[in-house]
């Protein structure tokens, strides 16, 4: 399960976090009379690993989606790497060190499991895409057209690169490397979609349900990966119903409930947080939800509980 791959940042403790990486203040997002996020403030420091939890429609893909430059805020602003990305588009967002996966998950279903890997890679590439101003493109075309031995040396070694991604997912990947990822299961392609996310390197990785539509055993399996990530410095935003992995997983947690950030902390505070238990339950599920065993409920997709 454990690959050489290099991740952006040096593993850092992860009690101690250290300057804020991402910055996002009062951000707000309105459809119509819906306000989707209403005023959220959200922030992660270098080698942290911050869960965004809450029931269904509390503004959590939004916000992903506001912060990816999928989406622009009507209101608030965005810091990222000491730059303000406020609304810059995703391909600018993705530039400056961004990468995300989707609730839904995306692939390319053509294209082979290395060429999904190798898309990510993209933005990294150097020989073949030469920076040159107006012919800029056109080169490109060119160079990948007659494969000059230094685009053909970036491209094995971005291909060799894509093997140690994959092998970050053990056997799961690895074979089915020159197969079409619509051939894939359904948890191999969500697999497929975080290696195309890590192949550029990115200072922060947003991860949205990453072990929805998995069964338990796949569950665990995800968790350990992001275990692994994380202790190999890896910054990581995660959105995730699944409690046990939340509490498992996160330096701190963020919870939302209809587009207001109601509670953020430990994971054992907020687990027990009234707020927070009043948001999953109602007033009715206070006392439950103070059972340390309601960490350890069973893995689903259905949203999430704060008790068996
Ligand atoms: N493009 C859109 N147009 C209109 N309403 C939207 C749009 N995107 C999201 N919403 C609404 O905004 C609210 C927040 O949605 P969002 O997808 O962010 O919730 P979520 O916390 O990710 O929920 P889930 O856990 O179900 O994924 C919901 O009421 C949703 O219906
Ligand atoms: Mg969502």
């Not at 140690?164 to 392609?189: H, K, W």
């Not at 990785?205 to 994380?230: C, H, R, S, V």
Request: charged share 25%; aromatic share 4%.
């Amino acid at each position: 399960m454990t690959a050489s791959f290099p991740l952006p940042s040096s593993p850092l403790p992860s009690s101690e976090p250290t300057r804020p990486l991402l910055e996002a203040r009062g951000l707000v997002r309105r459809f119509g009379g819906l306000t989707a996020v209403g005023g959220v403030d959200l922030s992660i420091s270098e080698g942290e690993l911050v869960s965004v939890i809450g029931p269904n429609g509390a503004g959590k893909t939004t916000a992903f989606n506001l912060i990816s430059g999928l989406d622009r805020p009507d209101e608030g602003s965005i810091r990222f790497g000491g730059i303000d990305i406020t609304g810059k588009s995703p391909e600018a967002v993705h530039a400056a060190g961004l990468s995300r996966t989707f609730q839904h998950g995306r692939v390319f279903a053509n294209l082979s499991v290395a060429d999904n890997v190798l898309v990510g890679a993209h933005r990294r590439l150097k020989a073949v895409k030469p920076a040159w101003p107006v012919i800029g493109p056109l080169a490109e075309l060119a160079l990948a057209l007659i494969r000059p031995p230094s685009v053909k040396a970036e491209e094995a070694a971005l291909r060799e690169e894509v093997r140690e991604i994959l092998s970050i997912f053990g056997e799961r990947l690895l074979p089915r490397i020159d197969q079409p990822a619509y051939s894939l299961s359904y948890a191999n392609r969500r697999r497929v979609e975080i290696a195309r996310a890590l192949a550029s390197r990115p200072k922060l990785l947003l991860l949205d349900e990453p072990t929805a539509g998995m069964n338990q055993t796949e569950t665990a399996e995800m968790l350990e990966i992001i275990a692994d990530l994380k202790g190999r410095g890896q910054t990581i935003l995660l959105i995730e119903h699944k409690l046990d992995m939340v509490m498992r997983l996160s330096d701190r947690v963020v919870v939302l409930d209809d587009g207001k950030k109601i509670a953020e902390g430990a994971p054992l505070t907020v687990r027990n947080d009234p707020a927070v238990i009043e948001a999953y339950l109602g007033h009715g599920g206070v006392g439950a939800a103070a059972d340390p065993a309601a960490a350890a409920a069973p893995a689903s997709d259905q949203p999430a509980r704060l008790s068996a």
